[in-house]
């Protein structure tokens, strides 16, 4: 059973950061790449960034120089750190797993960001 469990949401004020991290069992997590998306209330699904199984990193473009993801092979983890939050980054945050034919197979129920002005 895959089972990937988000932590680190919160609220926090405009500017300030927050990390989220991803811990994902179930499947051989160094062979797989890793996602985060985030769905705004009334706007779709969409990509924040990802990272291949060697490293690779993509980004949202609104998200570019803000926020960094990364892995921890040894602890099974993907990380998002996020600084210079602004308003418009609200929304609930979904790790996601495995990346077949462009997209991911395995999600996780979600964290809620939200960030005040």
């Known amino acids: 059973q895959v089972q990937l469990v988000e932590s680190g949401g919160g609220l926090v004020q405009a500017g300030e950061s927050l990390r989220l991290s991803c811990v994902v069992s179930?499947?051989?997590?160094?062979?797989?790449?890793m996602g985060w998306y985030r769905q705004a209330p009334g706007k779709q699904r969409e990509l924040v960034a990802t990272?291949?199984?060697?490293?690779?990193?993509d980004y949202g473009d609104s998200m570019k120089g803000r926020f960094t993801i990364s892995r921890d092979n040894a602890k099974k983890t993907v990380f998002l750190q996020m600084n210079s939050l602004k308003v418009e980054d609200t929304g609930v945050y979904y790790c996601?797993?495995?990346?077949?034919?462009?997209?991911?197979?395995?999600w996780g129920q979600g964290t809620q960001v939200t960030v005040s002005s």
């Open positions: 179930g499947i051989i997590f160094r062979d797989n790449a």
């Open positions: 990272i291949t199984s060697g490293g690779s990193t």
């Open positions: 996601a797993a495995r990346r077949v034919a462009g997209r991911y197979v395995y």
